[in-house]
């Protein structure tokens, strides 16, 4: 088939094919380029404000893990660089104090997750699962 084009013929034919397979690298590079950095760790910042000066916390974020409730000084945070997937999961209480107690988690420096509630109550609760 080929054998029947002149040589200036094909050469305008190897020309097409080569500017689409350019376009072609090109589009997919711009593909390539627009997607999302999918995410395998991030900053996870914990909050805790109440009134009456301290609070009592329970925190389990990926390597931190105070499961008996200890007593803070509010405001009271912590920052920890967390894997996606991981449940994370903050409480605070003031039962001995009237008044309002607050959890915040911030994700990369957004806010996140964020719960208050007037004491004395049980407590609040701020839990998620890192994306």
């Known amino acids: 088939m080929l054998k029947n084009l002149s ?6 034919l190897q020309l097409a094919i080569l500017s689409v397979v350019l376009m072609m690298a090109f589009v997919g590079f711009d593909y390539l380029s627009s997607l999302k950095t999918v995410r395998t760790t ?3 910042r914990f909050e805790v404000e109440a009134s009456g000066g301290f609070a009592s916390i329970t925190l389990r974020a ?13 405001p009271w945070s912590q920052t920890v660089k967390i894997k996606s997937g991981t449940t994370v ?4 209480s003031n039962p001995s ?4 107690i ?4 911030f994700l ?22 890192i994306p």
């Not at 607050?102 to 988690?105: K, N, S």
């Open 7 to 12: 040589d200036r013929s094909k050469a305008v």
């Open 42 to 44: 991030s900053m996870v």
């Open 62 to 74: 990926g390597k931190v893990n105070m499961t008996e409730p200890t007593n803070v000084s509010v």
């Open 89 to 92: 999961f903050l409480t605070a």
């Open 97 to 100: 104090v009237t008044g309002e």
């Open 102 to 105: 607050t959890c915040r988690i």
């Open 108 to 129: 990369d420096r957004e806010a996140w997750k964020t719960e208050t509630i007037s004491s004395p109550k049980n407590g609040v609760a701020c839990a998620g699962i």
